[in-house]
């Protein structure tokens, strides 16, 4: 149905051309391969009403996620809320604030949800009955999730370090999880060996630049949730630095085909930890290539890419949209992952940390504007990450089911009685 | 707005008419109240176009949801997928099977988000500015996240013994958490005496009749996601015994209000754990009271309500329905929880292997019919129960990131990389 809308691959580097396949990288200059649309027949049908009709689901923007057909993978997938988050914005001293809250996504729990019911609704177009992906955890639970769902064998690769909601949410599903001694980096590598040796579909290795192209729909989201509107500056975490970007084209989508009121102006601010921030490194510095980080150190696994795939593009992006990048310690991404829940109710993973953390110092430095709409994405959910927790923060008193326990330990306002850090 | 849709609260025994306060029982004879709604004027808008041009939350069936003005809290609840299960269907050998998928609720990834706003924004409306409940784990969560959004104070009460994803998902929104020496039937005394004696607004004490009625948006939402049908028979596990009953009252009223083509006979069938199954036993032996069970004892620790506020209207309910009820041990429990996972991709909490094992010993019964339409209830995430599985699971296979150690793995096809049981 929607075949006739993407027209091929097409090399960010030289603008090779290739057909819709199982391809992720230039054979010319080894530049990365990304989806081209034909925008002319997407614009027959993508408008606003037709969106609006269609249900609740990251499909309703089918013309511009690369699947041919019906999906057949995580068809329930997106849909998530879009927070007016004015407690929050008060403790930031900011305007005008919003929180895309993908921490509920489903079915894991993610935004990689989305990516994956584009790369596996692609591999059962393309034909693959085994698929696979290197994760530092979130993906790892997509793809289980969304190949058992499908009736697909899944292998999962993951560094032998990973919290263990993250790899409890990847065993569950029946998936064949793997740990590698080693990093993200080399899980990475490995499996794009794996994928070239075996023919196997890896979500995000030869079936990238379809999966990529799913990021899109939390920026279609957000866009529409705001009334067509675009925000003026968003925080984004970074990891492989493919989000931001997507973001950002979803953005310039919706610009191009007259559905949001252009120029679209946005700033889009990356978010690292220091103890993995390649990217917040390139643009602090102002280097021209990402320096790969060789033993990341921090809390934020699921940030934890030493050499971020996309870096050099996010980096390019950050500068080009005159937005920023910064990178936050563990003991900051911990305290904002509990200011983000005590003001808006949302428990975020650590990476949901990291975005607020850097939201904070960039609001301190003066580079996020407070009078301008922003918009605050969080990825991940906080009952994955537990571990980063558990010593922080104070566990509950105990009493004896007695009104006169309770009545002392209230009148006495004990400081117990309030979580506080241990 | 909607005030005028609730006309007040009305005893279940005596049928004795109170005004809408907080209030849960009635004066004369102790009998729980109920809401009772102004069907007439509800009738005026509470149409299939009305509710379809709303957004996708629970409040698109506001008129039948006892807040007077707009909600103020948890807006975005509900609106969870309700997934056409037809693996999980073949393996149990039934023709049309869908589950409805509470555990990627929001914000707190239980249904119990559904009658804390309610609960909560009805609070709000009442003046209440400290909030608090009795729980066995999700609830906790639901009221701390929701709470804390709203700016509420919140006092969460819960026995000492609930599991840690739990716990944390409740102190990290700030909420003062207090875990009481005993049982969820002590919790739930000692909260009652709170309620009175500090005159604070707990969601499943005094709140507890508008509270109760947030379940039948569950309900909603699978009538309208099968195309305005209702189902032949749904699956629901049963604590309190309160959500079987506002599913079936939520079909009756669309009955009632010519939403759907009645009559609607659907049976309604009960689950438990045999660690704690009063509603269950009662059921099964035939008795007109409801035994409490004294201690409890099962890895579902959400469902571990030894003395059911609602067991004597669930057992009836069931009864009059023809439905059924059982309950099955913890081993049943993992391997439903691992069935649910592998065939749906769907990581359900303890709770959610007891509705999946309860359905399979029901079908084996003969109690369940193949051929007619069924419905799980998923009520909460996996991710919250983690510790029911650890040593139940196998974990991951540990190699280095070498080509040579993956085919050695994967060629001996080696038995330790499908997850086992240990």
Chains 1, 2 share one sequence.
Not at 243 to 259: D, M, Q, T
Request: aromatic share 8%.
């Amino acid at each position: 149905m929607s075949g006739e809308f993407v027209s091929g691959l097409k090399c960010r580097l030289c603008g090779k051309v290739y057909p819709k396949e199982a391809l992720n990288f230039c054979t010319e200059d080894f530049g990365p391969l990304e989806v081209a649309y034909n925008y002319e027949a997407v614009a027959k049908s993508f408008t606003r009403q037709a969106i609006e009709s269609r249900p609740r689901t990251m499909w309703r923007y089918r013309e511009l996620l690369p699947v041919d057909g019906e999906p057949t993978v995580g068809r329930h997938v997106g849909g998530t809320p879009l927070i007016r988050a004015d407690r929050l914005a008060k403790a930031l001293g900011l305007r005008e604030l919003y929180v895309k809250n993908d921490a509920v996504n489903h079915p894991s729990l993610s935004f990689k949800d989305r990516v994956v019911a584009v790369a596996l609704s692609k591999a059962v177009e393309l034909g693959f009955e085994t698929v696979g992906c290197a994760s530092t955890g979130n993906l790892a639970g997509s793809v289980a999730a969304n190949a058992a769902a499908a009736g697909l064998n899944a292998y999962v690769l993951i560094p032998d370090n990973l919290e263990q909601g993250k790899v409890l949410g990847a065993t569950i599903y029946g998936a064949k999880v793997i740990a590698i001694q080693g990093n993200y980096d080399h899980v990475n590598r490995l499996c794009s060996q794996i994928a070239f040796r075996f023919g196997w579909g890896f979500v995000n290795v030869n079936l990238r630049p379809f999966y990529a192209e799913g990021s899109k729909s939390m920026g279609f989201e957000i866009a529409e949730d705001m009334g067509w509107r675009i925000p003026d500056q968003v925080v984004v975490p970074m990891a492989g630095g493919s989000l931001i970007g997507k973001l950002h084209k979803s953005f310039k989508e919706l610009e191009r085909l007259g559905l949001v009121s252009g120029p679209v102006n946005t700033k889009m601010y990356g978010a690292q930890a220091t103890g993995c921030n390649p990217i917040a490194n390139t643009v602090k510095t102002d280097a021209l290539r990402v320096k790969p980080v060789r033993n990341p150190d921090t809390i934020a696994k699921s940030l934890a890419i030493g050499d971020p795939a996309d870096g050099y593009f996010a980096s390019q992006l950050i500068r080009d949209t005159g937005g920023w990048s910064e990178d936050v310690d563990d003991d900051a991404i911990v305290d904002s992952m509990r200011l983000l829940a005590e003001t808006e109710g949302i428990w975020a993973e650590t990476a949901g940390g990291v975005t607020v953390a850097v939201a904070r110092k960039l609001i301190a430095q003066g580079k996020i504007d407070r009078d301008a709409s922003t918009v605050l994405c969080i990825t991940g959910n906080g009952l994955k990450t537990q571990e980063a927790l558990i010593d922080k923060i104070a566990r509950p008193v105990v009493i004896k089911p007695s009104l006169a326990e309770f009545e002392a330990l209230v009148g006495a306002e004990s400081p117990e009685l309030v979580a506080t850090e241990a």
